[in-house]
């Protein structure tokens, strides 16, 4: 029996404890990660968090490690004694969210960039315009500075 407990029991213990302080690592990531600043790296920083937490949904997290029924409820009473499932929620809500807002705030940037840029393409056609306007006036006069120039007794009164 102690063997066995140190084995078996031993193994599940320390796999719960281990999903347990990898949320709690993951929690405090966020966090510190947040408190960055919102700056373009920020982007970046969630979204290699959000790879982990990925990853570790996929490798890390599990609700059953054995078959037989007496180690499948330590597991489960492991998990339960560290509420496992309830920090896991917690911090896939934090990432969901905060990754969330960022890209909100980077969708609002690209649209004002967007609109700045349409407004200065508005003002450039609008002064190409007015320097087309210009070019056709001066040359309009030049045309009646040429032809008076040629005719002087035409305008003479």
Same mark, same amino acid.
């Given at each position: +029996?102690? =063997?066995?407990?140190?084995? #078996? ?12 302080? @990898? ?5 405090? #990531?966020?966090? $510190? ?8 790296? $920020?982007?970046?920083?969630? =979204?290699?968090?959000?790879? $982990?937490?990925?990853?570790? @949904?996929? !490798?890390?997290?599990?609700? #059953?490690? +054995? #078959? ?10 492991? &998990? &339960?004694?560290?509420? @496992? ?18 890209? +909100? ?34 040359? !309009?006069?030049?045309? &009646? ?13």
């Amino acid at each position: +029996m102690p =063997a066995h407990l140190r084995e #078996q029991y031993l193994l599940l213990f320390l796999l719960a404890l281990h999903q347990r302080f @990898t949320l709690m690592h993951l929690s405090d #990531q966020v966090s $510190a990660r947040w408190l960055g600043g919102d700056n373009p790296e $920020a982007e970046a920083r969630f =979204a290699d968090l959000r790879e $982990a937490l990925l990853e570790f @949904t996929a !490798r890390g997290y599990f609700h #059953q490690v +054995m #078959q037989r029924d007496h180690h499948h409820r330590c597991f489960h009473a492991w &998990q &339960q004694v560290f509420e @496992t499932e309830r920090l896991y929620q917690e911090v896939s809500d934090e990432v969901r969210e905060l990754h969330g807002i960022l890209l +909100m705030r980077k969708t609002e940037r690209i649209q004002h960039l967007a609109e700045e840029q349409r407004r200065l393409l508005d003002e450039k056609a609008l002064a190409d315009a007015e320097r087309e306007r210009a070019a056709q006036d001066t040359e !309009r006069l030049d045309g &009646q500075l040429a032809f008076g120039s040629r005719h002087p007794g035409l305008y003479m009164e």
